[in-house]
């Protein structure tokens, strides 16, 4: 069963920083990793998706990195904002038939950017 | 720029009541999902559809669920019979078809469920 962990569970850093946030999976047979953006009490919001034949991908001041082999993936987020404060959810894709594909999340990273 | 929208944004209900759960996907989009999420925990996979069929569904999808496209737009959450433990935040996710090009998923706003 594939089991999908975000280290670290929350990260406080001051506006302008670089910073990275973690996720690793278990089970290497992955279709693909999606990162989201998740605020309080809020629904999902999509940020990358890396196809499992990538190896980074990147939008904006954002860069993710998959290591399929390895089972994780990075997000980088350049010159964080107070604005970027929020959880952040890796999910990875396992075919579960007719063409469709069951995500598997993690827990997140509760970030907060400090002005 | 299209979105998933659901209603209601909350709902409240008795236990033992039934409640449906309303979602419209992202129109040319082929694949519907439903997920929970309990608070403070992980987002799950409840069931996937297509082509007016489940595909796939978690163990947490037992005979209490139902999944319809009952027209061309709305695809809907039916739980039969509520408990306690079904309390969650329910997402709907769409995406535009099969393929590694097409399966990312985009998420609604959810509908909070709370259980009495």
């Known amino acids: 069963k594939q089991e999908v962990t975000q280290i670290p569970a929350a990260l406080s850093v001051p506006e302008g920083e670089n910073l990275v946030l973690n996720c690793s999976f278990t089970?290497?047979?992955?279709?693909?990793l999606q990162w989201f953006r998740q605020d309080p009490g809020k629904g999902l919001t999509s940020l990358l998706l890396?196809?499992?034949?990538?190896r980074e991908q990147t939008s904006g001041r954002l860069n993710a990195s998959l290591d399929k082999s390895s089972g994780r993936s990075t997000l980088y987020i350049a010159a964080s904002q107070p604005g970027d404060s929020a959880t952040y959810l890796c999910?990875?894709?396992?075919?579960?038939?007719?063409?469709?594909?069951?995500?598997?999340f993690g827990k997140g990273t509760k970030l907060s950017v400090i002005p | 720029e299209p979105e998933v929208t659901q209603t209601p944004s909350h709902q409240v209900t008795q236990m033992g009541q039934e409640v449906i759960l309303r979602c419209v996907p992202i129109?040319?989009?082929?694949?519907f999902y439903w997920y929970r999420q309990i608070l403070g925990q992980k987002v799950e996979f409840l069931v996937s559809?297509?082509?007016?069929?489940?595909?796939?569904k978690s163990e947490i999808f037992d005979d209490q669920f139902s999944v319809e496209r009952p027209d061309g737009s709305n695809f809907t959450l039916k739980i039969r019979s509520t408990k306690l433990e079904d309390s969650a935040m329910y997402f709907c996710?769409?995406?535009?078809?099969?393929?590694?090009?097409?399966?990312?998923?985009?998420f609604g706003p959810g509908t909070r469920l709370t259980v009495l």
């Open positions: 996710a769409s995406s535009l078809g099969a393929g590694a090009r097409n399966n990312e998923q985009f």
């Open positions: 089970d290497s047979a992955i279709y693909n």
């Open positions: 890396i196809q499992s034949s990538q």
């Open positions: 999910a990875v894709a396992a075919y579960s038939g007719a063409g469709s594909y069951q995500l598997t």
């Open positions: 129109s040319n989009h082929l694949y």
């Open positions: 559809f297509y082509n007016n069929e489940i595909s796939e």
